[in-house]
C-alpha cells in the first residue's frame, strides 16, 4: 500500500494514549504530548518506553520531564492567565 504521507506518532500524557498525526496537517491534539522520533508504531511505543517508563499519564513522570511537557503546550487556551 502506498505510504507517502509522513506520519508523527506521540505519546499523549492527557490522553494516555499513542497518538498519529499526518505531518502534512494541523496536530488535533493540543495536550501534553512528547513526539516519538519513530516511523512506525511499534518503535514508537518502545521509545515511548525507553524515555519515559511505564508512566501513562502526566503526573506519573518525574517532574522535570513533566514541566517540560508543560513547556510546549501552548498558552492560546488559558484565558484565565
Ligand atoms: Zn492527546
Given amino acids: 500500500m502506498p505510504t507517502t504521507e509522513r506520519l508523527t506518532y506521540a505519546w499523549c500524557f492527557d490522553h494516555a494514549a499513542l497518538h498519529v498525526f499526518p505531518q ?3 496536530h488535533w491534539c493540543t495536550a501534553a504530548w512528547s513526539a516519538l522520533d519513530s516511523t512506525d508504531r511499534n518503535k ?3 521509545e515511548k ?3 519515559f517508563g511505564a508512566a501513562r499519564f502526566l503526573d ?3 517532574r522535570e520531564q513533566q514541566l517540560a511537557l508543560r513547556h510546549i503546550k501552548p498558552d492560546k487556551h488559558h484565558p484565565h492567565e
Fill in 44 to 46: 514508537a511505543l518502545n
Fill in 49 to 51: 518506553q525507553n524515555r
Fill in 60 to 62: 506519573e513522570l518525574p
Fill in 24 to 26: 502534512a496537517s494541523t
